[in-house]
């Protein structure tokens, strides 16, 4: 089962990190989905600001949760979605075959990600986090068999759903770490 590490300033800052990470994320989520409902329509442009917005949080996060020994495949699942917000940026540039084959990988690397990390949490804090993880395969599949192909809505719609649950998540592993750097 991950354990934070016993010293109590490390702990802390992973406390603090998840929290604000995941904060950041329902409210990137959240934000991408008033903007989608209000306007009606979101660019690639958009669509991938925020996926890169997200995935830098992630890689973030990834980087100060490996410290305390999470594996490192979430490290390498945050950077290929970085990669996959950087294809979509520079579409014109980049074949579609690409962009979905990135954005695939890097959903379902980060799904199975989420899940490893649910298999190792405590029974209190699997859920989110295997929601998350469920939430970011069905998105990859989604992807995959090409459903969002008439409009971005469905895939804008798909990414700000994964980033509010994948934020949940991540807040509530945070407020399970005690404040203090007693068990």
Known sequence: MLEPHDAYGE???LRERSIS???ALCLLGVASCVTLFLIDRLTTFEISMAMLAAGILQVSHACAARRRGWPLFTVAASIVYVCAA????????????WITLLLVGSLAMAGISR?????????????WEALSGITTLGVAAIIAAGLPGISLWP???????DL??????????GWAIPATGKR
């Open 11 to 13: 702990q802390s800052t």
């Open 21 to 23: 990470v995941g904060g």
């Open 86 to 97: 950087l294809a979509l940026l520079f579409q014109p540039l980049i074949d579609k075959q």
């Open 115 to 127: 899940l490893a990390t649910a298999a190792r949490l405590g029974a209190a804090l699997r859920g």
């Open 155 to 161: 895939l804008a719609f798909a990414i700000a759903l």
């Open 164 to 173: 509010i649950v994948e934020g949940a998540a991540l807040a509530n592993i």
